[in-house]
Every structure is written in C-alpha cells, then in structure tokens.
C-alpha cells in the first residue's frame, strides 16, 4: 500500500483518514490508558466546553478521546458519563427531537455483506414506492405527528436514479394533509456526485446523512466486495462532494459491529476534524448504529458486537468529543438502550419507524421488506409519553434550517447560547402541535402540564411572553407552524 501522510487539509481518503494515524492513535491510548493524571486532564480540557460561549480551544482530539476509551478506570469513565451529560444539557437542553425513517426503494446494486438489500440476496421481495405510494405514506407519517422525514433508498442508478428522489421530495414536501405537513426531509442515499448534490440541495435537503460502515478501508472492501460503493474513497469523500455542492449540513455514522469500536471511533473523530479543517463546520449530525439481524443477516456473523456498557461509553464519548454536533439513536435499539443513550448524549430519536418499503401504510408491522429488525416497536404516541415520563421535552423543530441557521451559522448560533431562547420555545410549540393534532388524552395532560414548566425556563421576557401566546393560538384554533 502507497505510504500516505496524515493530513486533515487534505481531500484524500486515505490521509485525512490515515490508517497509521488511527494505528499509532490506538498504541498511544494503550499505552496511556492507565495514566488516570492524564484522563483526568483530558476531563478537565473537555470541561472547557460546558459553556457554549466558549471558543473551540477546549475541543480534544481523536488522541485524547482514544485514551478515554481505553481507560477502564471506573472513576473515571464514570466522569465521563457525568461530563457527557452536562454537555449534552449545556448544548441540547433537555429537548429531544423526533423523526421517522421512510423506505422508497430497496432496490440495490451493491452488495454490502451486512444489509439484507444486497444484490444477491433473492429472498427479500423488491419494491419501489410510486409518487401515489409515497403520498399516502406521508399522510400515515403526518396523521402519526411527524414534521421531519429520513428518506431511505439502496443503490440502483436504473430505479432509484436521483430524479426518483427529487421527484419524492418534491411529492412529501407538497403533501398538506389536515394540521400535518413535512417540514424537513433529511436524506440517506448513496455516495453521488457533486452535481447530483447541489440538486439535493435545491430540492431542499435538510442533512445529507451518509454512513461510513466502517473506517478500515481493507475490512471495507471486503464488506463492500461489489457495486458502486466498493469505492471507499468515493464513498468516504462523499462529505466534501455534498458540502462543495452546497449542502451545509452532513451527516456522519460508524455501523457499529463491523469491526474493531476503537479504530473506528478514532476514524469518526478524524472524520469530524477534517470537515471542520475544511469546510470550517463539523458534522451537523453523528448517528451510533449497531448491526441487527435481518432478512439474509446474522450480525454474529461479524466479530465486532458491543456489550451495551461499551457502547452507552461510546455515546458519551463521542459526546464529550463532538459537543455541538447532534446524535442520532434509531429504533436498531431497545427501550433500555434509548433510555441510557439519551442521558449521554442524543439529541434526536425516531419513533414508531417502519423499516420496510410502504410499511407505514400496512395495519401490521410489515417484516418481509424490513432493512433491520426494529427493536423499539413502540408507537409514536408511547414514545412521546415515555420521553416526557422522563424529563425530555418531544421536540418536532424544523426552525434552524428553515430561518437559514444551518453550516457554521447554525454552529455560531449554538455557541451564542441563544439556544433557550429559539430551540426551546420552538420545541414547546411544536409538542403543543402535537398534543392538540395527534396525541392520546393521557399522553395531551403529561404534556401541557410540562409545556406550563418548561415555559417559565425562557429567559428572554418578550420570547416567554409570545411563545405563551403562540401556545395557545394552537390551542385555541388551527394556527400552526410558529417559530422563532
Ligand atoms: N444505500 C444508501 C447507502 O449506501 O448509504 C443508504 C443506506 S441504508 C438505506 C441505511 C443504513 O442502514 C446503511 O448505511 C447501514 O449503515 C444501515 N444498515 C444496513 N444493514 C443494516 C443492518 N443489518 N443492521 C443495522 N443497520 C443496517
């Protein structure tokens, strides 16, 4: 192999994520991992960001959080829980924001050897949704009380060319169905060109959201031994191809399993250096996928599962390291793991997800189209009631991106601490859509009693003031879509 050079300026693969970086990242967590002065100090350095006003100085490499990785220190993993938590309130509050996947197509050339839509899997039935079809899958979305979608599709340039998408865009985008409408299409497709980008973003893509699988580019080409995404340097540059295309907000994801957690963290954190070396913003978002077992997988078949202890360390660690970036836990998890997941670091969640192709519009859980099995099979409207049971505000905000708070101007806007007086509000208004729209009795009391709380936490008199008065024109009418 070619000796490459690491470099986080660099528009290479293979240096900004250099294979004997993460090597020599990894030797030197061992061989400090013990060094409990030097965990302590990284804490310590890591603190500096619990103040949203603070300056990126206090932010610690992928060095340092491998070393927090490596430690087994009780203590100390246990200040890093505790740190992850703060940060996450200091930054997020206690909002948690919702969305749902939605499946178009399984279609697929690859032949990734983890995903049941791979090429030769002969099993699993093949479908695309029609324009028609996706109209009614969003208007099961929007009667459920969703505002903001992940669209979903495999590889195929003959069914799902990137016209198909855009046209599916425009189609969730146009749907006005009673007080429900889409706000934010978020969208998970293939590595593509820049052009095909700056449609996307025309289109109004809210994140462009592309998961690495996996940083260890020689495991990756055997994980991706066909089609198109066989390219791991195409597929990882894809960031930068989205962001020169115009797109400000990426999407990053490590599909936890596939191979060793550490090297693949320390390849996440460099990922998010190198965008923000680059493009002078990191990741909008980091999503922590683990494999599940599906139609034609068994995830024992690859040697990398995590305990849940190490992945909730993983969680809070990525949150310690990327304090301003959002985290993405998907229905993949059970309750339990959403529950501690939460507390150290996530900041959006799905809910009552369907992961098969036209599964919203099925009375029963489709499985035979599933893309993984669904371990929280939960309602929307049990989540909702679950979230608030404990203590999260259900946040169906869609503001930032569509008041042109995104990129760096969405990252200044965090660091300006202006987050209590836009976010909050906007996730008080959006939950009292919700309950007036769409909840249960029970779920419509557990919520305006903590929408009356939650209120009295804006500091600014005038927003406190018009958000109060916002709150009950939606309950009063069918006035909707205020924000700040
Ligand atoms: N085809 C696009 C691509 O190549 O990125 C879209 C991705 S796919 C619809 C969404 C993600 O699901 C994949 O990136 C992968 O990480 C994840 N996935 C695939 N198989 C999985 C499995 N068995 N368990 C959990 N997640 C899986």
Avoid at 91 to 104: D, Q
Avoid at 225 to 248: C, L, Q, S, V
Avoid at 266 to 278: C, F, K, S, T
């Amino acid at each position: 192999m070619t000796n490459y050079k690491y470099d986080p300026k660099s528009l290479c693969a293979d240096e900004f994520i250099n294979h004997q970086e993460i090597l020599d990242t990894l030797e030197y967590a061992q061989a400090h991992k013990d060094d409990v002065a030097l965990c302590r100090a990284i804490l310590d350095k890591a603190r500096g960001n619990l103040h949203p006003k603070n300056d990126h100085g206090a932010i610690i490499t992928h060095r340092e959080a491998a070393v927090l990785l490596a430690c087994e220190d009780a203590a100390i993993v246990n200040e890093m829980k505790e740190l992850a938590r703060q940060i996450k309130l200091a930054y997020y509050g206690n909002r948690i924001v919702l969305f749902a996947p939605l499946y178009l197509s399984n279609y697929c050339v690859n032949g990734c050897l983890y995903c049941p839509y791979h090429a030769k899997n002969k099993t699993i039935p093949r479908r695309k949704l029609t324009q028609d079809e996706i109209r009614a899958e969003v208007i099961a979305l929007q009667d459920m009380g969703h505002k903001r979608l992940a669209i979903e599709a495999g590889e195929h340039p003959k069914e799902n060319p990137i016209d198909y998408i855009l046209e599916s865009m425009r189609t969730i985008y146009s749907i006005k169905h009673k007080n429900g409408a889409i706000r934010r299409v978020n969208v998970n497709i293939a590595a593509t060109t820049v052009d095909e980008y700056r449609m996307l973003k025309e289109a109004e893509i809210g994140t462009y959201i592309l998961f690495q699988e996996t940083y260890h580019k020689e495991n990756y080409l055997k994980l991706h031994p066909t089609g198109p995404k066989h390219d791991y340097n195409w597929h990882t540059e894809a960031h930068d191809r989205a962001m020169e295309g115009g797109i400000d907000d990426v999407g990053l994801g490590v599909l936890f399993g596939l191979d060793n957690y550490a090297y693949e963290l320390v390849g996440l954190l460099m990922h998010a250096e190198h965008l923000e070396a680059v493009h002078g913003v990191g990741p909008h978002t980091i999503s922590v996928p683990r494999v599940k077992p599906a139609d034609d997988i068994d995830p024992t078949d690859f040697d990398n599962s995590l305990t849940d202890e190490l992945f909730e360390k993983i969680i809070a660690l990525i949150r310690v390291a990327v304090p301003y970036t959002g985290m993405i836990i998907s229905t993949r998890e059970n309750e339990r793991v959403r529950a501690a997941a939460l507390q150290y670091g996530i900041s959006q969640i799905s809910g009552g997800s369907r992961t098969s192709v036209g599964g919203y519009t099925e009375e029963e859980r489709p499985r035979d189209t599933e893309q993984f099995n669904v371990s929280d099979q939960r309602t929307l409207d049990e989540v909702i009631a679950w979230l608030m049971e404990n203590d999260h505000i259900p946040s169906f905000c869609t503001a930032c991106y569509r008041a042109g708070r995104t990129g760096d101007r969405f990252m200044a806007f965090c660091k300006s601490g202006q987050i209590l007086n836009y976010c909050h509000p906007n996730a008080l208004m959006t939950l009292a859509e919700y309950l007036m729209d769409y909840a249960s009795p029970v779920t419509r009391d557990r919520g305006f009693r903590l929408i009356k709380r939650e209120l009295e936490k804006i500091p600014n008199a005038r927003t406190h003031d018009l958000c109060k008065a916002n709150i009950k024109a939606i309950m009063s009418g069918n006035d909707r879509d205020f924000r700040f």
